[in-house]
């Protein structure tokens, strides 16, 4: 990576770019992690983390490049990390439970915060703005948790997601209608189907991941069926192309 900075040999890419140039790039890399692991492709995920290691090594030295920190100082640092937030692990500390463990895992994080001079003014603080905003709204949720705030069960939750569903059905039929409007109520609506998968203890990225997944194998063997018949989807009413879709999901 040094080499490739090079200003005088180095690629002028890798030259140009910066922190936040970078970032997508590493987001997108962590996510193909996710998709060779969710594939169980071993020989992919040795590539991906490859990748994602590249990503990690990328800042490390533009980092060093302005004399903050180098990739030993990043290793050094997890370390360290690691090392104070399992005291159950690498000193005498024991915990009764989860519970308890996960509590003290949180107080050491706050306690790293404020050593910095991040004083918590709130439960929410901490909840980086740089996330996916699904995984985001699902730690904020969790957070409010902590401190009681939450639905009592799973029963308020549905009527809140039919609640939602009734305001965005009333934006799209208001004249004229107003995208901020429904940009406001869809935000709502997915922020309790969130609410749901956190109730549920179901991995909201995995599930809308299959969801996708899901989709792209049956429009794939609809399109496939279309060709073999001569029937291209582009050509069928979409009646038939949902009797399509319904062919296929029978064949599975």
């Given at each position: 990576?040094?080499r490739?900075?090079?200003?005088e040999?180095g690629c ?6 910066t ?8 987001i997108e ?11 169980g ?6 590539d991906e983390?490859?990748d ?5 090594v990328?800042h490390?030295?533009m980092?060093?490049e302005q ?6 100082d990043v290793a050094?640092?997890i370390t ?9 692990v690498?000193?005498?500390?024991t915990?009764?439970?989860?519970a308890e463990?996960?509590?003290a895992w949180?107080s050491?994080?706050?306690a790293?915060r404020a050593?910095?001079g991040?004083?918590d003014a709130?439960?929410?603080?901490g909840?980086a703005?740089?996330l ?7 730690k904020?949720?969790?957070?409010a948790?902590k ?5 009592p ?11 939602e569903i009734?305001e965005?059905r009333?934006?799209?039929a208001r004249?004229?209608?107003?995208r901020?409007r429904?940009?406001d109520?869809?935000g709502d609506l997915?922020f309790?189907?969130l609410n749901i998968?956190r109730?549920?203890q179901v991995d909201a ?5 299959g969801?996708?997944?899901k989709?792209?194998r049956?429009?794939r ?6 060709i073999?018949?001569?029937t ?5 009413p ?5 009797a399509?879709w319904?062919?296929?999901k029978?064949?599975e």
């Open positions: 990576m040094a490739l900075r090079d200003p040999r002028a890419w890798d030259v140009a770019q922190f936040t140039s970078v970032a997508p790039y590493t890399e962590a996510y193909e992690v996710a998709d060779a692991i969710a594939r492709d071993l020989d992919d995920l040795r983390l490859g994602l290691l590249l990503q990690v990328f490390a030295r980092a060093e004399g903050a920190f180098d990739l030993d050094t640092a360290g990390k690691l090392e104070r937030r399992h005291p159950h690498f000193a005498d500390v915990h009764a439970d989860d463990r996960s509590a949180e050491y994080k706050r790293e050593a910095r991040q004083m709130s439960v929410l603080d909840v703005t740089g996916p905003e699904w995984l985001r709204a699902i904020l949720q969790t957070r948790a401190v009681g705030f939450d639905w069960g799973i029963d308020p939750v549905f009527a809140k997601l039919h609640e009734d965005v009333s934006e799209f004249e004229p209608r107003s901020e429904l940009e109520e869809i997915l309790v189907c998968a109730h549920a990225g995995a599930a809308l991941r969801a996708n997944a989709f792209e049956r429009f063997r609809m399109e496939a069926l279309g073999a018949r001569a291209p989807l582009e050509i069928l979409l009646e038939a192309q949902d399509l319904d062919e296929v029978r064949e």
